[in-house]
């Protein structure tokens, strides 16, 4: 059975830091690819961060430089480095799993797993 469990959001204020953690059970990293996605009240859902089976990271233009995508394979965990928080980040944050990117590592339909959601507030 394959599950994944955010973890390590909470309460920052403007220009904070914090590290999401996306522990996997199930699925070996090396064979999966797995995005960090987040969704804010009153929005859709949009992508973060990927990196996938190869290591390799990808990031939308608005997060690149103040978020890091990475992966510790002994502990099959995958995590989310944000810095320079902004008032404008806060939201939902998820992270998912798929096979492989066939379009976008944004397409959302192209990860078959997801898990619960940790909350990001950034405030003063």
């Known amino acids: 059975q394959v599950q994944l469990v955010e973890s390590g959001g909470g309460l920052v204020q403007p220009g904070g830091s914090l590290r999401l953690s996306c522990v996997v059970s199930?699925?070996?990293?090396?064979?999966?690819?797995i995005g960090w996605f987040r969704q804010a009240p009153g929005k859709e859902r949009e992508g973060v961060s990927c990196i996938d089976s190869w290591g390799r990271t990808y990031y939308p233009d608005l997060m690149a430089g103040r978020f890091t995508i990475s992966r510790d394979h002994a502990k099959n965990t995958v995590y989310l480095q944000m810095d320079g928080l902004r008032t404008e980040d806060t939201a939902v944050y998820y992270c998912a799993a798929g096979r492989r990117i066939l379009t976008s590592p944004w397409n959302q339909d192209e990860y078959d797993y997801w898990g619960q959601g940790t909350q990001v507030t950034v405030s003063s």
């Open positions: 199930g699925l070996t990293l090396d064979d999966y690819v």
